[in-house]
């Protein structure tokens, strides 16, 4: 069918394909790899922090050594640079390396292995560890759905911090806020209406769900974009998409 | 950067999936449900200033298979134009290339939950609707194959509606047929030879075999007797567990006879299920339009013709049909014996 379904693709409304995070963190090339591998830590940072954490009970400053050794190790052994697409979803690998990477640490001097310039992005593992406890994996997810709940976690977080920052760089402040409160902020009892939304902000209705459907378009542009970043082939993107947008009833 | 609660982040998958309607004359309002490919939303037309019911494909079952089904389902609808059908307005493709069509939004409940609080000839009113509808579309050449309580909408003002005509089959216009929906879902899959679609609980034995060049109208007439065996007891013709017999081979397996589960379902009834419901296609009513005249002459208290009924039973229905003038002349005749017995003393 010549116009089968493309999530972010199909009109070209969405911008071009940018360049894969996964495919630069396996460049030859140090610089390549360091911005492909920044890519990939702001994405899985958190996940893996609090994996470390919650999987193998490591403690605080341990899972933080473990979490900024395993970027340090990523970049300096080229360990992406083995990943297969055909195998799997490049999450699915990342995880594979990490529990490794945690049987040889346990093994050997981990700050010995660590290298002076790591990390590739500062890491607040301050607010990971709030994050923690605020909520607890439930007692019927497996390891791997933690992770994957992990991830969606921070994509999504990552995507709503993107879409505050373009929103101010555009002057669009009030799309953001109306965002924020209808969809982040709102209490699950609350029966927040466009009409009483229109009340609090003193604007016509018509302006809640103009703002609100640009703030939604915008929000799942920037998902779809990282996604599309931390995926290696079309293929991946499509099947990554699915497995995070399909809402689970 | 903030954290997102467990909440937020189900939340925010279906903001994710909020369709950008921007260059369209729709304005999306709010969800209304979600289904396993698509979810229908609340829009406004913006041009003729009405609702309408949007239904998109999810993000999450955007293949190019379901995105088919999805046009050709709009496709299927729009030919159908009968008042238990519910319309299609309009089909299109988002940005992001999902398909969505526009239809009347049905402000009603579904047959299963509504079906309680009825009494049993506002069920057989709702089912002759049904069957129309049902005729209707096999007049029009679409097989429905998902015939069930729950694809069956009673608007505000009693209007009966079947919906979900995603899994349709159009039979042949010229040569072959053509099939609506080839998606793999729990209960509805793809067409290929030995894959089952529709819902097993309701379903023909041979479409439960998936021998899907076999599935013509017999199947939603089996269907059909589904659905009104679920009228009489409140529950399917088959349980969970016979379903996933009916699954695993013994899809000829037969219904529990809706007395055996409510010794209260009238005769003539039952034997209008379990016609409609026979394993052979052949031995079924032969159209939607007699199961619809069958249901209707049990209401009418005429003879069901696919129930052999006994003495006492006629002598029973013909009371129940006559009971007025029956009445009367045994008054009448009673007034006069004891009028006769009286002039004689």
């Not at chain 1, 970027?71 to 055909?86: C, H, V």
């Not at chain 1, 945690?102 to 660590?114: E, G, H, S």
């Not at chain 2, 003038?325 to 009028?339: H, K, N, S, W």
Request: aromatic residues 8%.
């Amino acid at each position: 069918m010549a116009d089968d379904t493309d999530i972010g693709e199909g009109s070209g409304k969405f911008p071009a394909t940018r360049h894969s995070a996964v495919l630069a963190a396996q460049s030859p090339n140090l610089i390549e790899r360091e911005r492909g591998l920044s890519i990939l830590v702001a994405a899985y940072w958190k996940p893996i922090y609090k994996y470390l954490r919650i999987r193998y009970r490591e403690g605080n400053e341990e899972a933080k050594d473990l979490t900024q050794g395993f970027f340090a190790l990523a970049l300096e052994k080229e360990f992406f640079s083995a990943y297969d697409s055909q195998k799997g979803s490049f999450r699915t690998y990342l995880r594979t390396c990490l529990d490794r990477f945690v049987a040889n640490q346990k093994k050997a001097a981990l700050r010995q292995k660590r290298s002076p310039g790591a990390p590739v992005v500062p890491l607040d593992f301050e607010v990971a560890e709030g994050e923690l406890a605020r909520s607890e994996p439930a007692a019927d997810r497996t390891m791997e759905q933690y992770f994957h709940d992990e991830f969606v976690r921070s994509l999504f977080a990552l995507s709503v911090e993107t879409l505050r920052e373009e929103c101010a760089l555009r002057g669009k402040d009030l799309p953001f806020r109306i965002f924020e409160r209808y969809e982040l902020d709102r209490d699950p009892d609350e029966r927040l209406t466009y009409e009483r939304l229109a009340e609090e902000l003193h604007i016509p209705v018509t302006q809640v769900t103009n703002f609100l459907a640009f703030a939604r378009r915008e929000f799942r542009r920037i998902v779809l974009e990282k996604l599309r970043e931390i995926t290696t082939n079309d293929r991946e993107f499509r099947d990554e998409a699915r497995s995070l947008l399909g809402v689970s009833e | 950067m903030r954290w997102l609660s467990d909440e937020t982040v189900r939340h925010l998958k279906r903001v994710a999936e909020w369709p950008d309607l921007g260059e369209t004359k729709y304005r999306p309002l709010e969800e209304l449900g979600r289904g396993g490919m698509s979810t229908v939303y609340l829009a406004e037309d913006t041009v003729l200033g009405r609702r309408v019911a949007l239904k998109v494909v999810s993000t999450a079952a955007a293949r190019p298979e379901i995105v088919e089904r999805m046009r050709s389902e709009a496709r299927v609808i729009a030919r159908l134009e009968h008042p238990g059908i519910v319309p299609v307005h309009d089909a299109g493709m988002l940005p992001d290339g999902r398909v969505f069509y526009a239809m009347k939004r049905v402000d009603g409940k579904r047959l299963d939950e509504l079906s309680r609080k009825m009494s049993l000839p506002e069920r057989l009113r709702v089912f002759q609707r049904i069957c129309e509808a049902v005729a209707f579309a096999h007049a029009h050449g679409v097989v429905h194959r998902d015939l069930k309580p729950e694809n069956v909408m009673i608007g505000p003002f009693g209007e009966v509606l079947v919906m979900d005509w995603g899994v349709a089959k159009v039979l042949a216009e010229g040569a072959g047929e053509s099939f609506v929906s080839p998606t793999p879902e729990p209960s509805s899959c793809s067409t290929a030879a030995g894959t089952i679609i529709g819902t097993l609980a309701y379903m023909a034995p041979e479409q439960a075999e998936g021998s899907n060049g076999q599935v013509g109208t017999a199947a939603d007439i089996y269907a059909l007797g589904a659905v009104l065996h679920f009228l009489l007891t409140g529950r399917p013709p088959f349980d969970a567990g016979a379903a996933e017999r009916r699954a695993r081979g013994e899809a000829r397996l037969a219904p529990v006879a809706p007395r055996r589960i409510d010794p209260e379902v009238p005769r003539p009834l039952e034997a209008i299920v379990l016609r409609a419901m026979a394993a052979e296609p052949s031995q079924r009513y032969a159209t939607a339009s007699e199961v619809a005249a069958e249901a209707a002459r049990f209401l009418d208290g005429e003879r069901v013709l696919a129930h052999r009924e006994g003495l006492f039973e006629r002598a029973g229905r013909h009371f129940s049909r006559y009971r007025t003038p029956i009445l009367v002349v045994f008054a009448y005749l009673v007034a006069r014996t004891i009028l006769f017995f009286f002039a004689r003393g």
